[in-house]
């Protein structure tokens, strides 16, 4: 396998793992969490389970709408939002890139924006943008359009953003994307310090605009405090803070064991966490273990014959 395909699988698999793996343990505070060498596809006997009814190893809302992305990406040739749209009502409605064709965990500000598109909204004008709609939905799907993008680092913050808009159109969502996107890419670049590097890249893009240099600096970069929620910065955040970890399993144990949003933050941090390490280093146990992994597979492969 050379570097390019282990790091691309690495990345795919990588995210929809940590978001199976978080699923069981989704709103549970920290110290409700078990010890990290017992967190698992299946938690220890006793725990009481978020999603009962999900059989372990389901990937949920977060990879279906990467998976949504990516299929996108690769059909049309470019971000389009119309086809995009398309494909999220589809997952919601008939289950489309989810397990077994069974929705669950949809977001409450993702469904407002499904319900607007429904309604007639153009998809760009779709995601509700006040300052309280900035929950991490938009963030949690958008690392296959870093793998994919070919563009200019200008072009991948605009794509960045415009996914946003089709569910979260808040400016703090948009950034948050286009940053975790920066971020992957300086990774994928093998630039040290990758999230500095990241930063000032971003800071260069917007130095123009003064309501984005506001939000990157004062709500986003400001941001200091780790809780696993579903809040777009703190995701963001406590992904950073997870990456300190040295392996794809320490990283996302570490997210999960934040407790909270279990799933996304996992889903976030396993995605760059596969990209900086490879599928080689996501544990055999959790790659067998992912259901209806082959979705997962012929997509990223699908992107390797692309990028290669």
């Not at 699988?9 to 343990?25: F, N, R």
């Not at 200019?152 to 569910?167: G, I, K, P, W």
């Not at 670049?189 to 990157?216: F, K, N, S, Y």
């Not at 970069?221 to 809780?227: E, G, S, T, V």
Request: charged residues 20%; proline residues 5%.
């Amino acid at each position: 396998m050379d570097n390019i395909e282990n790091r691309v699988l690495g990345a795919i698999m990588g995210l929809c793992v940590g978001d199976a793996l978080g699923v069981p343990y989704e709103f549970h505070a920290p110290d409700e969490i078990p010890r990290k060498v017992d967190i698992d596809y299946a938690p220890p006997v006793g725990f009481v389970r978020a999603h009962a009814s999900v059989p372990p190893g389901t990937w949920s809302d977060d990879s279906a709408q990467a998976l949504c992305l990516l299929a996108s990406l690769l059909h049309c040739g470019e971000f389009d939002a119309a086809d995009f749209a398309a494909r999220l009502l589809n997952w919601r409605d008939n289950g489309y890139m989810a397990v077994n064709e069974i929705v669950f965990d949809i977001g409450i500000t993702t469904s407002r924006a499904l319900n607007n598109i429904r309604s007639g909204a153009p998809p760009l004008d779709a995601g509700p943008s006040a300052e309280s709609d900035n929950g991490n939905g938009s963030l949690m799907r958008v690392l296959p359009l870093a793998l994919w993008h070919n563009g200019s680092d200008d072009e991948l913050v605009r794509d960045a953003r415009l996914q946003s808009c089709v569910t979260h159109g808040h400016l703090r969502s948009q950034l948050c994307c286009a940053l975790y996107c920066l971020w992957a890419r300086k990774i994928w670049q093998d630039a040290q310090p990758p999230w500095d590097q990241a930063v000032g890249t971003l800071r260069a893009i917007v130095a123009d605009d003064g309501a984005a240099r506001h939000e990157l600096d004062s709500e986003i970069l400001a941001y200091d405090d780790i809780f696993g929620s579903g809040y777009v910065v703190d995701c963001l955040m406590s992904a950073r803070w997870a990456m300190q970890q040295q392996t794809y399993e320490y990283v996302v144990l570490a997210a999960i064991a934040l407790g909270n949003d279990t799933d996304t933050t996992a889903c976030v941090a396993g995605g760059i966490a596969g990209l900086r390490g490879g599928l080689s280093e996501i544990p055999a146990r959790w790659r067998d273990g992912l259901r209806s992994r082959e979705i997962v597979e012929d997509l990223a492969k699908e992107l390797v014959a692309e990028r290669s």
